[in-house]
């Protein structure tokens, strides 16, 4: 009895271990088609590039600790790479994706296998394609769920969806850019927006292209939305309902309220919404945030929120967005944007700094003689208008290849100016050239972006590739080094991958150094991108093998 009581105790002992070990990771494996596919909206057909002949994509679902790999074969007539947007891809640049920075372009007719670990990550992100305009077609949704056993900081929600935010063209997208570039322009701005690939009903020929959503009066709903647009940051908004915001680019948030929300390109936003009106038909709607004098796409894309059981023919009710230059929205909206901050989702911002950087963005005038105006438009980053190089940043650091890039980016503009003051019509000194900033391993970092008033003021998302960042301050005019820093918010700011300027303002954000790599930093309106409004950080290996760069695969497109 003795020993049947041992091997019993053995026994219990055994499964309890077993069911308090953390569940094991799983690998995730997708295959990506890229291929010309036929699409229509607007009453237009035309062939454009997509995966797996979605538009939107295909979404990619996995767990906190996962391994995925994603094998994608280019069977379009363009060369392309695919960046996997917020991932922070640790010592692991070479699945990043970002064309000329981390790898080569993935040829027509070859395949490359991306291969990563999800760590320390759960939440919304994306993944899109990184070079030309191509992501105006291939994007689609990245959904992180928790680890097994881990609950949402928050209600669980009855059920998600995953909204994505896009554009559409009737003309061929990359060639309406080449069109821009020849002519020294802006190309011409999207005919529509969409919500998960549909513009809705407002447009013609869109009765079947509207995207609606059928939910039952009582329950919460957890929409994962993503701004997938090349150029526009968008309000979203449903009517007669609120949204409590509990989620930004992959990062739990204070919850907090609202009518309607702000995203840039770039950014993810998730929202809990209760279906607690009277059951009907509601819209749910999009429409682009500009508080400067440039022209927008400023037509509003619609989907449709559907109790159950209402019918079809019931006309559904428009929210009430905010005025498309509504300044004091977009500010009020980013300063109640705030981190948890609790001992399972900590804060942990820099409070010593040793490295301060101030980037000014500015555009610009270039002559050009086979320009329409004689002039070509320009974007830089203290001055300089990056060129893109021809072999990878990455691949030209770790394998020391001499003459690709100097890095020696200045961390303060060269001429300072009155940055918000009277408007400038010329360049200021700006420069082409291939410069990046060399950080030191695990040191860390404070970056003020400034808009200027080159041209014109005008509010820039900002992506940092392999990191989030805290966003520690934000106001507008001049940044002041000796006032502005004493009102930073070193508590609980928010901590994302995207974080906007505004228009004639700026932004202070800090982060550590501790992911070793080249990492692209840069302006995620395509638009500026495009015209070098960009550059990339090297950051030194660090001591010991955990802290150095991986070794690339060995199928990694070369150049």
């Not at 295959?31 to 538009?55: I, P």
């Not at 150029?231 to 908004?237: G, H, P, Q, T, V």
């Not at 619609?302 to 023919?313: M, S, V």
């Not at 507008?476 to 303002?505: C, H, Q, S």
Request: proline share 8%.
């Amino acid at each position: 009895m003795a020993k049947l009581t041992s091997v019993l105790g053995l026994l219990v002992f055994g499964f309890l271990c077993f069911i308090c070990l953390p569940a094991e990771a799983a690998l995730k494996k997708y295959q990506f088609d890229v291929k010309v596919s036929n699409v229509s909206r607007l009453c237009h057909a035309k062939q454009m590039v997509t995966v797996n002949g979605g538009f939107p994509g295909p979404t990619i679902y996995a767990r906190e600790g996962d391994r995925v790999q994603i094998n994608v074969t280019n069977y379009a007539q363009y060369n392309l790479s695919i960046h996997w947007h917020g991932l922070k891809q640790y010592r692991n640049g070479w699945a990043d994706g970002p064309a000329y920075i981390t790898q080569c372009p993935i040829q027509t007719g070859n395949s490359y296998v991306y291969d990563f670990n999800v760590t320390g990550q759960r939440g919304t992100l994306w993944w899109h394609a990184h070079i030309l305009w191509l992501r105006a077609t291939v994007y689609g949704a990245i959904v992180i769920l928790p680890q097994q056993g881990t609950p949402f900081p928050f209600p669980k929600p009855d059920r998600e969806e995953v909204l994505v935010l896009g554009e559409w063209w009737n003309a061929d997208v990359e060639q309406v850019e080449k069109q821009g570039n020849a002519l020294g322009i802006p190309p011409n701005m999207s005919d529509a927006h969409t919500i998960n690939g549909k513009p809705g009903p407002l447009f013609p020929c869109s009765e079947k292209y509207t995207f609606a959503m059928e939910v039952e009066k009582g329950k919460t709903y957890m929409l994962r939305i993503v701004n997938a647009a090349l150029n526009d940051e968008l309000f979203f908004a449903l009517a007669n309902h609120t949204f409590t915001v509990v989620e930004i680019d992959a990062v739990y948030t204070k919850p907090f309220t609202t009518e309607a929300i702000l995203i840039a390109p770039g950014q993810t936003t998730n929202v809990l919404v209760r279906a607690n009106q009277a059951p009907g038909r509601y819209f749910m709607a999009a429409r682009a945030f500009m508080d400067a004098p440039i022209s927008v796409d400023n037509k509003t894309a619609t989907a449709i929120f559907q109790y159950k059981g209402i019918p079809e023919t019931v006309l559904p009710k428009l929210p009430t967005l905010p005025a498309q230059n509504d300044s004091d929205f977009a500010l009020s909206y980013g300063s109640k944007l705030k981190s948890l901050n609790t001992p399972n989702y900590p804060a942990n911002v820099p409070l010593n700094v040793d490295r301060h950087l101030l980037f000014t963005v500015g555009l610009g005038i270039n002559p050009c003689p086979t320009c329409i105006n004689g002039t070509r438009l320009t974007a830089s980053l203290n001055n300089i208008s990056f060129t893109m190089p021809q072999t990878a940043l990455l691949q030209s650091h770790y394998f020391n290849i001499k003459g690709v890039y100097t890095p020696d980016f200045p961390d303060k503009p060269p001429t300072p100016f009155n940055f918000t003051g009277a408007p400038l019509t010329a360049n200021l000194r700006t420069n082409l050239g291939t410069r990046i900033s060399k950080i030191a391993f695990n040191s860390t970092v404070e970056l003020v972006i400034q808009d200027t008033n080159l041209l014109s003021v005008e509010s820039h998302p900002f992506h940092l590739h392999g990191y989030n960042f805290f966003v520690v301050g934000t106001g507008l005019g001049n940044f002041d080094p000796k006032k502005d820093p004493a009102k930073y918010n070193l508590i609980d700011p928010i901590e994302r991958n995207t974080v906007g300027v505004p228009t004639g303002g700026w932004t202070a954000i800090r982060f550590r150094a501790d992911n070793p790599g080249v990492w692209f930093f840069h302006c995620h309106l395509e638009l500026h991108t495009g015209w070098g409004l960009k550059t990339a950080f090297l950051v030194e290996d660090g001591p010991g093998s955990d802290h150095i760069t991986l070794p690339p695969p060995k199928d990694i497109p070369r150049c």
